[in-house]
Structures are given as structure tokens and as C-alpha cells.
Nanobody, 125 residues
Framework: QVQLQASGGGLVQTGGSLRLSCATSGFAFDDYAIGWFRQAPGKEREAVSGIKSGDGSTYYTDSVKGRFAISRDVAKNTVYLQMNSLMPEDSGVYYC??????????????????WGQGTLVTVSS
């Protein structure tokens, strides 16, 4: 079965850091793109970052460029999201997901086929 498990969230102060992990199984890791999304209360889910597991190419939404870094460990079938200089507006439930295409890094939730359970990130002011 295709599974994705997000972990690493927590409560941090403004300016702090967290590293999220997305452990995957049940599919060829390097054949798909993995994306990170976040959803704040009352808001729509938005793309934060993504990576093509095979070639390592990446995507970042403008608001996190220079602060977040996505990476992957192919041997562990795991994708990471290092989040630095966190701000309250970064708060939300973070989800990792597997895209339905490896041609590009999709940014729409509807383009992702499988989702992890999400991990809560709260940044206090």
C-alpha cells in the first residue's frame, strides 16, 4: 500500500526552526514528485514546497524562499522540509503528498494522489 507519514511538527517561537519528515512506502520513490502543503484554520490548502525524488529538482512558494529547504534521502524513501526563521503565518497543518505525475512538480492539491495524515506546526509571536 502507498503510505506517507508526516512528522516533526510542534510549537516554536517566531524565528525558530523545525524539520518535518515525510516517510514513504509502497511505491517507487524516485518515480514521483513529493509535495509539502499546509492548511491554516479557515484557509485552503496551499503548496509550500516540492521535490522530484529522482533528480532532486525543487519548488518553493514565494513566501518561504530563502527560509525553507526541501531535501530527500533516497535510501530511506524520506523527504524532509527544513523550516527556518519561522513566522506566525507559517502556522498550520503540514501535509506531504505524492504527485500523480513526475513530469513536473505539481502545485495543486488535486494533482496529488496520496496524502499523509499531516503534522501541526504552530509558531507563536
Amino acid at each position: 500500500q502507498v503510505q506517507l507519514q508526516a512528522s516533526g511538527g510542534g510549537l516554536v517561537q517566531t524565528g525558530g526552526s523545525l524539520r518535518l519528515s515525510c516517510a514513504t512506502s509502497g511505491f517507487a520513490f524516485d518515480d514521483y514528485a513529493i509535495g509539502w502543503f499546509r492548511q491554516a484554520p479557515g484557509k485552503e490548502r496551499e503548496a509550500v514546497s516540492g521535490i522530484k525524488s529522482g533528480d532532486g529538482s525543487t519548488y518553493y512558494t514565494d513566501s518561504v524562499k530563502g527560509r525553507f529547504a526541501i531535501s530527500r534521502d533516497v535510501a530511506k524513501n524520506t523527504v524532509y522540509l527544513q523550516m527556518n526563521s519561522l513566522m506566525p503565518e507559517d502556522s498550520g497543518v503540514y501535509y506531504c503528498a505524492r504527485s500523480g505525475t513526475s513530469l513536473y512538480i505539481a502545485t495543486r492539491p488535486a494533482e496529488y494522489e496520496y496524502w499523509g495524515q499531516g503534522t501541526l506546526v504552530t509558531v507563536s509571536s
